[in-house]
């Protein structure tokens, strides 16, 4: 948006360089997917914590592993399709939301561990990738390709000269009329843009269980944190179309006019319980603490010369997320599990840097919420076939959490971050799956769909 942008780079430059995170265009909607590794787990709408009963344990709930009494090797891969909305036409606050679709840029291996029983105790070792995304998508005015008259224009909105709220365009021109002034109400339009995200997170982990009681474990897991990331934006004038500027946040360090992608590293940890009062009832709880990463943003136009400047030491903080699960089997055939998940996405928005808006005189104008995820879901097993089979479903909710803008509306750098960061629905997931279990070896496969988001897993597990 015109000024906007030269504003808030003024404001970031002048602010501390001691941030969590940014508004580039291509973070806005960034889905994040925390649930359990496994087909298995996945199929029965992620509800795993308090059964925790196979080599996916040792990230899921390490003190599920004592329970296992041989070595165990699991692996599993993923595809997914997912789309991210950006806010492409219409007048503020009447608005045309539009997804750009996400995809795995192949099937590949998402968890791997291997665990070993040892007496009373079960160590492991594992890798998992909970966080892979690359795509993006673009806001630019749509031309009728015969007469190249402009169909669809860049959002806009209109504001009362001097400050105030937005209002439609009727108001304004009524506005302009009541006061016989052309220049008592302003429109404002968004300027074109390109955004795009390629961000993967991987983990390395070494568990360990310990049967403490006959009815009690405890689990630990340390986990060294692998994350490379590139957000960028290109923005351009709405008239003649020419590059204005390009904002990038990276896991890199720029040289000149080049930013180049590097690896940050972080050790965190994750702590575990699992409770059978009875032989058909456990209950399991984990606590997973987020990593924290360094991927400054940096900033590009006339007034840097031509070269990438960083405005702010940002980091990528992953939210924290405690659990508590619940597994019953009326039958030994038949189990059904629960979890409730805490995530705190509120770690998204510490000190949220701007580099669309001028936000040094707010308190708090962006928020990301905490929500509770609640997983429920079941397994019915076919033992008397001659190759046991395994059926499951299940179904859990995604909150809202996406970062919104929460300050005022009276100004356009304001109101563009309203349009940048809207606020989001909430989504509702229904997973299928099934497998099949040998002596010493089973094969599960899963299936999970949202409005925005779907996922399928293929997995399997080998006991020696």
């Known amino acids: 948006m015109r000024k906007i942008v030269l504003v808030a780079l003024c404001a970031v430059i002048a602010a501390p360089l001691a941030a969590q995170n940014t508004d580039i265009e291509s973070l806005s909607g960034l889905q994040f997917n925390f649930g359990n ?128 709220a937005p209002m439609s365009q009727a108001a304004c021109v009524q506005l302009r009329i009541d006061t016989k002034n052309p220049a008592a109400c302003l429109e404002y339009r968004v300027d074109p ?120 030491d940002t980091v990528f903080h992953n939210p924290d997320i405690a659990g508590l699960g619940v597994s019953y089997s009326p039958l030994p055939v038949l189990t059904f599990n629960a979890d409730a998940d805490y995530v705190k996405y509120s770690n998204l928005v510490d000190d949220f840097v701007s580099v669309v808006a001028d936000v040094s005189s707010l308190n708090q104008p962006f928020k990301a919420n905490n929500v509770t995820e609640l997983h429920v879901g079941g397994e019915y097993f076919f033992a008397t076939l001659k190759v046991p089979f395994a059926l499951r479903a299940g179904y859990w909710r995604d909150p809202s959490h996406s970062v919104t803008w929460n300050g005022p509306l009276t100004r356009p750098d304001y109101i563009a971050e309203a349009l940048l960061y809207p606020k989001t629905q909430d989504q509702n997931h229904f997973s299928v799956g099934g497998g099949f279990a040998w002596p010493k070896f089973q094969i599960d496969f899963a299936y999970d769909t949202a409005k925005y988001y779907k996922v399928g897993s293929l997995s399997m597990v080998t006991r020696f």
Do not use: C
């Open 193 to 312: 843009f390109i955004s795009a995200l390629d961000v993967r997170q991987r983990t390395w982990g070494i568990a360990a269980g310990w049967q403490v009681l006959p009815k009690l474990s405890i689990g630990a897991t340390v986990r060294a944190q692998q994350f490379k990331e590139g957000a960028f934006t290109s923005r351009y004038d709405g008239v003649t179309f020419e590059l204005k500027n390009i904002s990038v946040q990276a896991t890199a360090r720029a040289n000149g006019t080049d930013v180049r992608l590097t690896q940050e590293r972080d050790i965190t940890f994750s702590l575990g319980f699992k409770y059978a009062p009875l032989d058909n009832l456990s209950v399991g709880g984990v606590y997973k603490e987020g990593a924290r990463f360094d991927a400054p943003t940096f900033f590009l136009g006339q007034q840097t010369k031509g070269e990438f400047l960083q405005v702010a």
């Open 37 to 164: 590794p496994g087909a298995r787990s996945l199929g029965m709408g992620g509800a795993f914590l308090g059964r925790a009963d196979d080599a996916s344990a040792a990230d899921a709930n390490p003190a599920g592993l004592p329970i296992l009494r041989r070595p165990e090797l699991s692996v599993e891969a993923r595809n997914y399709v997912e789309q991210q909305l950006f806010t492409t036409t219409g007048t503020y606050p009447n608005v045309v939301r539009t997804p750009f679709t996400h995809y795995s840029d192949r099937v590949s291996v998402s968890f791997a561990s291997i665990v070993y029983p040892i007496k009373s105790f079960t160590v492991g070792m594992y890798f998992h990738e909970p966080l892979k995304n690359a795509g993006g998508g673009a806001v630019f005015p749509k031309f009728d390709q015969n007469t190249g008259r402009i169909i669809q224009k860049t959002p806009n909105f209109y504001l009362p000269n001097g400050g105030g």
